[in-house]
């Protein structure tokens, strides 16, 4: 059974500060790593994919991926209370599949 | 571009009947899929389907059944409801097989009494 593990949170960051989000994945064959966020009520929104090792960065947002490790991070730079939700880590699971994390819940306080 | 829709966006079932979900997509994908998010679960794959005309199974298809009824719509069919499947229904598109990126619908929240 592919999982992916994720601190479930509440994680909480002042405004301005930096949030990190971890995940971790059990399938070492896994190529392809995607971070989805979800606004309460609403559906998860794809806002990176990291396919290499190293960083790759978004505007505020840096994905980090170390697959000897097998572990992928969010990092939001400069975080707003706009940042607040659930960030959900995804792995491909074989083939066409995503294996999903149970999401870390973000707060950002004024 | 709508990107991929869902009807209904609420619905409410008695024990025992039977409900289509409906989902579509604009964006000329080839793979589409079913999830449910329930609480402390995550989301959770129920079916999905790689092209018109095939499906596959999750990793909790029971009670469910699929239509991939052409390239843009893919149905989800709840024969005999029961409470266990009040949650939150997810459509989603795949973007491309070299990227596996894939995309939502708004969801619907089903709830069954």
């Known amino acids: 059974q592919k999982e992916v593990e994720q601190n479930s949170g509440p994680l909480s960051v002042p405004e301005g500060a930096i949030a990190s989000l971890n995940c971790t994945y059990s399938?070492?064959?896994?190529?392809?790593f995607f971070w989805y966020r979800q606004y309460s009520g609403k559906s998860p929104e794809l806002i990176m994919s990291?396919?290499?090792?190293g960083d790759k960065e978004d505007g505020r947002f840096t994905a980090q991926l170390n697959k000897a490790s097998q572990y992928v991070s969010l990092l939001i730079r400069d975080s707003q209370p706009s940042d607040s939700a659930t960030y959900l880590c995804?792995?491909?699971?074989?083939?066409?599949?995503?294996?999903f994390g149970k999401g870390t819940k973000l707060t950002v306080n004024p | 571009n709508a990107g991929v829709t869902q009807t209904p966006k609420f619905q409410v079932l008695k024990t025992g009947q039977s409900m289509t979900l409906q989902c579509a997509q604009d964006?000329?994908?080839?793979?589409m899929y079913w999830y449910r998010q329930d609480p402390g679960m995550g989301l959770r794959l129920i079916y999905y389907?790689?092209?018109?005309?095939?499906?596959d199974k999750g990793e909790v298809p029971n009670g469910y059944n699929v239509s991939r009824l052409n390239k843009r719509e893919f149905s989800l069919r709840l024969e005999s409801a029961a409470p266990s499947q009040t949650s939150v229904y997810f459509c989603?598109?795949?973007?491309?097989?070299?990227?596996?990126?894939?995309?939502f619908g708004p969801g619907t929240r089903l709830t069954v009494t």
């Open positions: 964006m000329n994908h080839n793979s």
């Open positions: 399938d070492r064959g896994s190529q392809s």
């Open positions: 389907s790689a092209s018109e005309g095939t499906t």
């Open positions: 995804a792995v491909q699971g074989g083939s066409e599949k995503l294996v």
């Open positions: 990291i396919y290499s090792n």
């Open positions: 989603a598109s795949l973007g491309g097989q070299s990227t596996y990126e894939q995309y």
